[in-house]
T-cell receptor, first 112, second 108 residues
Framework: EAQVTQNPRYLITVTGKKLTVTCSQNMNHEYMSWYRQDPGLGLRQIYYSMNVEATDKGDVPEGYKVSRKEKRNFPLILESPSPNQTSLYFC???????????FGQGTRLTVV | GIQVEQSPPDLILQEGANSTLRCNFSDSVNNLQWFHQNPWGQLINLFY???GTKQNGRLSATTVATERYSLLYISSSQTTDSGVYFC??????????FGQGTRLTINP
């Protein structure tokens, strides 16, 4: 089944403790991206990647890192999480930057 | 940047009713998608419809690209249709820009 898989689905962590949210797609898509969703602010792009070893900042990249060493994986790294990064996070992929995007199940992160 | 406006912001209906959700966008686009966010937070793809009309069961969508709007029709609503419906557009190889959503509540 074609899908985008995020892990974990839910995470509660403490301020400053490094964490990684994994994202994997099995559709051989070139374009992958991360969004966060917050009440009143909607969905905003954090980072995106056009292909392996090609990443770029979205609208709200501060406090996040990404890497794209393989086409299928695009992990989101929070090196020192803060409470303002409490949010619902989505990973998405598409064949290229134009075609239909598919989203993962979401990761609900709480930083205390 | 491109602006996306959805209307109405909230819609409450009885089971069995029909509804029309609207998405207006401020510039030409090469990608328009409709999503349903269910109560568990998952974003479900409904339609990829940069132009034209598509149907999938009780749902259909129409995009008139030249007039910069898209409509999502839901017929014979069921309680499982409840949730938030998002329209999202993309210009070129750029990020998806989402509207603020329409919150649909279907009462039994």
């Amino acid at each position: 089944e074609a899908q985008v898989t995020q892990n974990p689905r839910y995470l509660i962590t403490v301020t400053g403790k490094k964490l990684t949210v994994t994202c994997s797609q099995n559709m051989n898509h070139e374009y992958m991206s991360w969004y966060r969703q917050d009440p009143g602010l909607g969905l905003r792009q954090i980072y995106y990647s056009m292909n392996v070893e090609a990443t770029d900042k979205g609208d709200v990249p501060e406090g996040y890192k990404v890497s794209r060493k393989e086409k299928r994986n695009f992990p989101l790294i929070l090196e020192s999480p803060s409470p303002n990064q409490t949010s619902l996070y989505f990973c998405a992929s598409s064949l290229n930057g134009i075609t239909e995007a598919f989203f993962g199940q979401g990761t609900r992160l709480t930083v205390v | 940047g491109i602006q996306v406006e959805q209307s109405p912001p909230d819609l409450i209906l009885q089971e069995g009713a029909n509804s029309t959700l609207r998405c207006n966008f401020s510039d030409s686009v090469n990608n328009l998608q409709w999503f349903h966010q269910n109560p568990w937070g998952q974003l479900i793809n409904l339609f990829y419809i940069p132009s034209g009309t598509k149907q999938n069961g009780r749902l259909s969508a129409t995009t008139v690209a030249t007039e910069r709007y898209s409509l999502l029709y839901i017929s014979s609503s069921q309680t499982t249709d409840s949730g938030v419906y998002f329209c999202a557009v993309r210009q070129g190889a750029q990020k998806l820009v989402f509207g603020q959503g329409t919150r649909l509540t279907i009462n039994p």
